[in-house]
């Protein structure tokens, strides 16, 4: 039994995070395996799904924080739940410090 929410008209699988960008407007499903997944690893599945790592910059990050709470997620390292809202926002990096180069370590 799979637990589902309806999310602009869209029925929404929980085993899934919604992520926006900051000027965008509607939600977007990233579906990923498992019922939590690091904030790296849903940054790397943005990036991917939005083809950032072929856009010739490496140096940029991706701040993240909850739609719903507005609380900003810095460590990489911790879990978010399946059915979170995100909303991100490209940033600068210095060089050599962007995702793309930590996601090449």
Known sequence: HTQTRREN??????????????S???FEALPLPGSAA?????????????KLDNSGSMEFDLAVRNADTNEEYANESMLLPRGTRLIV?????????????????
Do not use: C, E
């Open 9 to 22: 008209n869209f029925i929404i699988m929980a085993s899934t995070i919604l992520y926006k960008f900051q």
């Open 38 to 50: 690091r904030l790296f690893d849903v940054k790397k599945a943005i990036v991917k799904a939005k």
């Open 24 to 26: 965008g407007t509607t």
């Open 89 to 105: 926002q490209r940033l600068p990096a210095a060089r050599g410090h962007g995702f793309l180069a930590r996601m090449a370590r």
